[in-house]
């Protein structure tokens, strides 16, 4: 059963050595992540599992001791998926290798920990789906789901200005801060990938993994869009 879950951005900038000058930048978002995952740490899970965007549909699978690496961002840092070897020739796609590294940044020593990549084209049905799986797992699982919300805040972002972000951004705060499973299980693909949304698949596993407790509370720890991309921070118990 999910007992716990935090949510938190994904942009490698959060790396302080990929950010390099602007690092100061992101202080806030980080220490609220520090926040969720004592949340996680608090909950006493037995398994926890990383949830994030894939390159693929998905969804893919990572065993504890996968390796990840933020060269593609001219930094020469290497994270691993908590202990372990992993699977040889398997690399963290980019959401789950900054989870890797709060996990690494906090001592994570609580659990044992996995990985699951979901991809933008992975439909919600599938995707709640995973999540009512991952439940499953174990007596006690937490969920760690890294994603970002819209990439369309304003004339510099990713995505250009689209006044459509903001409001959507809104209801995704609202939704993820006092745990509506439903609203996400509703959320518009077609509107997410438009607004350049990396957590719609990451958010809608997490719906199916509180299927089966409906006692958890939702708290918004965090919520800004600097560079014009929408970053939430927020935690479930």
Do not use: I
Not at 103 to 121: I, K, M, N, Y
Not at 169 to 191: F, H, K
């Amino acid at each position: 059963m999910l007992v716990a879950a935090a949510v938190c951005p994904c942009p490698p900038l959060l790396v302080p050595e990929v950010a390099t000058g602007a690092a100061p930048e992101l202080d806030t978002a980080r220490a609220a992540c520090t926040d969720a995952l004592g949340v996680l740490a608090a909950a006493r899970p037995d398994l926890l599992v990383v949830v994030g965007p894939g390159d693929g549909a998905g969804p893919e699978t990572y065993p504890e001791g996968t390796p990840g690496s933020f060269r593609g961002f001219g930094v020469g840092l290497d994270v691993r998926l908590g202990q372990g070897e992993g699977a040889p020739g398997r690399e963290l796609p980019y959401g789950l290798a900054v989870g890797a590294w709060l996990l690494d940044r906090t001592g994570w020593a609580d659990a044992p920990v996995e990985g699951l990549a979901v991809g933008e084209s992975l439909a919600p049905e599938r995707c709640a789906g995973a999540g009512e799986a991952l439940a499953g797992r174990a007596e006690r699982v937490a969920l760690l789901v890294m994603g970002d919300a819209s990439a369309c805040r304003t004339l510099k972002a990713p995505g250009y200005l689209d006044e459509r972000a903001a409001p959507f951004d809104a209801e995704l705060a609202r939704a993820l801060g006092t745990a509506d499973t439903g609203a996400l299980r509703a959320l518009d693909t077609g509107l997410a990938h438009e607004l350049k949304v990396s957590g719609r698949a990451p958010w809608q596993v997490l719906a199916g993994a509180a299927t089966g407790n409906p006692n958890l509370e939702g708290t918004l720890l965090h919520e800004d869009a600097p560079y014009g991309v929408g970053y939430l921070v927020a935690t479930w118990s």
